[in-house]
């Protein structure tokens, strides 16, 4: 069993639809949860950060963790073309330097 | 803009012929990371560089080499590449110790295509 299980999908959604993006982790450990995106042919770039259960909003971006259930979610509203792309989510224990990486969620906003 | 550079961005080699890749940072991080990711997979860590102390992954083949002689630039030497190391190769960087809202900031990657 993968420590992060993400569907790879891949998802297609109409421009304007809220999109909800899910991993599920084993390791009880974890503390820190980052959304990566990833455009094609491109480095993943930070899109949200969040420290142990709770939300955290940025703009049209809302991350949640749900450590009871090991349940993380990135809410995409208003979703744009612009918005396609590979989303990772990835995660790490307290004073850990390696970060664990889901498989990534390839996304598409069709206009 | 502090950043992560990665030269070159797409790469071709022989099969067996020895390639280096190229990472450098303005961040001043203290740690660079190689990772390997291949199509609709995770990154995969291959190894890092704490300061000048090197950490390789017990999964690494031996065949994957690192540098880093400065902490501004560090490189991914892969001495006789197969055809299985064909893959994007991501170089980031992070401050030790990660702490609040560090987190590790990647470059564009290197695309290996090995022939």
């Known amino acids: 069993q993968k420590e992060v299980e993400q569907d790879p999908g891949p998802l297609s959604v109409p421009e304007g639809a809220i999109v909800s993006l899910n991993c599920t982790y084993s390791n009880s450990a974890f503390q820190y949860f980052m959304w990566y995106r990833q455009y094609s042919r491109k480095g993943p770039e930070l899109l949200m950060y969040t420290y142990s259960s709770g939300n955290k909003e940025d703009g049209r971006f809302t991350a949640q963790v749900d450590k009871s259930s090991k349940y993380i979610s990135l809410f995409i509203r208003d979703s744009q073309p612009s918005d396609s792309a590979t989303y990772l989510c990835?995660?790490?224990?307290?004073?850990?330097?390696?970060?664990?990486f889901g498989q990534g969620t390839r996304l598409t906003i069709n206009p | 803009d502090a950043m992560v550079i990665q030269n070159p961005r797409y790469q071709v080699t022989q099969f067996g012929k020895p390639v280096t890749l190229s990472c450098s940072q303005t961040?001043?991080?203290?740690?660079m990371y190689w990772y390997q990711q291949k199509s609709s997979q995770a990154p995969k860590l291959l190894f890092h560089?704490?300061?000048?102390?090197?950490?390789n992954e017990a999964d690494t083949p031996d065949n994957f080499q690192s540098r880093r002689p400065n902490t501004s630039f560090c490189f991914l030497d892969i001495r006789s590449p197969g055809l299985g190391d064909a893959a994007m190769y991501l170089c980031?960087?992070?401050?030790?110790?990660?702490?609040?809202?560090?987190?590790?900031?990647f470059g564009p990657g290197t695309r290996l295509t090995v022939l």
């Open positions: 560089y704490y300061d000048k102390d090197f950490n």
């Open positions: 980031a960087t992070s401050r030790v110790p990660l702490g609040g809202t560090d987190t590790q900031y």
């Open positions: 961040l001043n991080h203290n740690v």
């Open positions: 990835a995660m790490r224990i307290q004073g850990a330097q390696k970060l664990v």
